[in-house]
T-cell receptor
Framework: RKEVEQDPGPFNVPEGATVAFNCTYS??????FFWYRQDCRKEPKLLMS???SGNEDGRFTAQLNRASQYISLLIRDSKLSDSATYLC???????????FGGGTRVLVKP | EPEVTQTPSHQVTQMGQEVILRCVPI?????FYWYRQILGQKVEFLVS????????KSEIFDDQFSVERPDGSNFTLKIRSTKLEDSAMYFC????????????FGDGTRLSIL
C-alpha cells in the first residue's frame, strides 16, 4: 500500500462552488501533514499545515483524522486561480523527509 | 520573502556525462533536501542533509549521486554518469527544522538527458 494516497481527479468545479477531497496515509508514524499546491511543471508551494483540531486559512479548511488516517481539504467559493494539483504530504518528524501523495487535480471552470 | 533559488532552470546533457545542479537554500535554514519529479509522476525524496552530512537517502540516491555544501550558501547535487531515466525536475528544499516547520521549495531544474 502506498504511504500517501490521493484520488488523482480531476475534480471539475464550477466557479464559486465548494470542493472537498481526501488523502489517506498508511504509516501511523507520520506526525505532521501539509497540503501543497503544484501548478503545471512548477515547484510545490505550501498551502497550509494540517492540525488535528482542524484549521482554516481563508477559503481553505484542512482536517486531520488520526483514528481513520485521513486528511481532508475543503475549498470554498472556488476561484479560477484555484485550478492546480493539490499534494497531500506527510513527515515523521521535524527535519525529516516529506512523503508526497500523487496529487489531486482540481479544475475550476467559469 | 526569502526563497530557495536553483540554477540552471533547464539543463540538457548527453547520457553518460556528469551534471551538477545548484541550490541556494534560505539563509537561516538548517536542513536541506533534494527531491525529483519525473514527468507525470509524484514528487520523490532523494536525500536530506544536516550538519554537513547526509542524514537520510532513498533507494534512488545510489553511488552515481552525491551532495555537497561547498560553502556557507550553496548546496549541490551531482550526478556522475547520467542515464536517460535521470530526466526529471529536480527540486531543492530547505527548512529550519522545528516541529511542524514546512519545507520551502526552489523552482526546480529541468534535467533532460539525451
Amino acid at each position: 500500500r502506498k504511504e500517501v494516497e490521493q484520488d488523482p481527479g480531476p475534480f471539475n468545479v464550477p466557479e464559486g462552488a465548494t470542493v472537498a477531497f481526501n488523502c489517506t496515509y498508511s504509516n501511523s508514524a507520520s506526525q505532521s501533514f501539509f497540503w501543497y499546491r503544484q501548478d503545471c511543471r512548477k515547484e510545490p508551494k505550501l498551502l497550509m499545515s494540517v492540525y488535528s483540531s482542524g484549521n482554516e486559512d481563508g477559503r481553505f479548511t484542512a482536517q486531520l483524522n488520526r483514528a481513520s488516517q485521513y486528511i481532508s481539504l475543503l475549498i470554498r467559493d472556488s476561484k479560477l486561480s484555484d485550478s492546480a494539483t493539490y499534494l497531500c504530504v506527510g513527515t515523521k518528524a521535524a527535519g525529516n523527509k516529506l512523503t508526497f501523495g500523487g496529487g489531486t487535480r482540481v479544475l475550476v471552470k467559469p | 520573502e526569502p526563497e530557495v533559488t536553483q540554477t540552471p532552470s533547464h539543463q540538457v546533457t548527453q547520457m553518460g556525462q556528469e551534471v551538477i545542479l545548484r541550490c541556494v537554500p534560505i539563509s537561516n535554514h538548517l536542513y536541506f533536501y533534494w527531491y525529483r519529479q519525473i514527468l507525470g509522476q509524484k514528487v520523490e525524496f532523494l536525500v536530506s542533509f544536516y550538519n554537513n552530512e547526509i542524514s537520510e537517502k532513498s533507494e534512488i540516491f545510489d553511488d552515481q549521486f552525491s551532495v555537497e555544501r561547498p560553502d556557507g550558501s550553496n548546496f549541490t547535487l551531482k550526478i556522475r554518469s547520467t542515464k536517460l531515466e535521470d530526466s526529471a525536475m529536480y527540486f531543492c528544499a530547505s527548512t529550519q527544522g522545528g516541529a511542524g516547520q514546512p519545507q520551502h521549495f526552489g523552482d526546480g531544474t529541468r534535467l533532460s538527458i539525451l
